[in-house]
C-alpha cells in the first residue's frame, strides 16, 4: 500500500550556498524517495512576512518562521526586519513549488494538493449544496481530489450521518473524508458505515425537485440523500438497513 511521507524544515533559501541544498532537497530527496511504497509528502511549516498563528515566532508584526519560539526573530538579530522576512518567505516558497512541479511531474503526491471541502451549516446547506450539484461535472469538488473534513467533536463524531450523505454527494473519482489535523495524542472514531461498500456512482447528485432543498445521489449499493430542511443526512442501502442508523 502506497505511503505518504511527513517531513517538516525551515531553511534559508536566499543564501547563495543553499542552491545546491535547494537541488538535492528537491531532487534527491523528494523526488529520488518515490516508489511504490511511498508516494507522496506532507510538506509542513511555513515561512510569513505578516503576522499569522499568535504566540510563536510567525505571530510578530512581521511574521516569521511557524512552530518556533516567539523570540526567534530576536535571537536571530531580525526582529522587525520586514526585509528579511520577506525575503525568507519569498524564497521559501520558491524552493517549495519547484518541489510541487517535480513531485507532480514524477507522478506523486502532496497534501496540499487537496481541495478542501466540509458539510455546509444548515443555514447554506441549501444554497450550497445546489450549486455544486448543477454544476455536475465542473463541480472544483468532483474535478479535485477531495478531503472533506468530519465536522465535531473527533471521538463521538456527532455529525456523521450528514457529513458522510454529504461527502458521497459531491465526491469525485478521488477523496478522502477524515480529520486534517488533530495532534498527536488523538483517537478517532471509526464508525461501521465507513466499512460498508457503497458501490461507485451512478450520476451526479440532484435536487429532487427545484426548491425541495432535499438532494440526492444514487450510487450502485446505495442511495444518499442530504434533507437541508431537517438537515439530517441519510444513505439506504439497496436491498438492505439505513446506513446512517
Partial sequence: MATTLWFKYHRNHTNHWEKGLADFIVNDFIVAGLSTNLSGYYLDDEHYNYSIYPGGCSGSPV??????????????????DIAWTTAITDSWCAVRHRAFDAIIAAGGWFWQMFSIQSTP????????????????ASSVF??????H???????????????LATFLLLRGPYAWLGFHWLGCDKSVLFPDS??????????????????SNVFVRDWTNAVVQMDCNTYKGTITMKGSLDASE
Avoid: I, W
Fill in 121 to 136: 451549516a444548515q443555514a447554506t446547506c441549501a444554497t450550497t449544496l445546489r450549486g455544486f450539484c448543477e454544476a455536475g
Fill in 142 to 147: 468532483y474535478n479535485a481530489t477531495t478531503m
Fill in 63 to 80: 511574521g516569521g518562521p511557524t512552530e518556533e519560539d516567539k523570540n526567534c526573530l530576536v535571537d536571530m538579530g531580525h526582529a522587525g
Fill in 149 to 163: 473534513e468530519l465536522s465535531g467533536d473527533h471521538e463521538t463524531l456527532p455529525n456523521l450521518a450528514q457529513d
Fill in 194 to 211: 465507513f466499512t460498508l461498500d457503497y458501490g461507485t456512482p451512478t450520476e451526479y447528485c440532484s435536487e429532487t425537485k427545484p426548491g
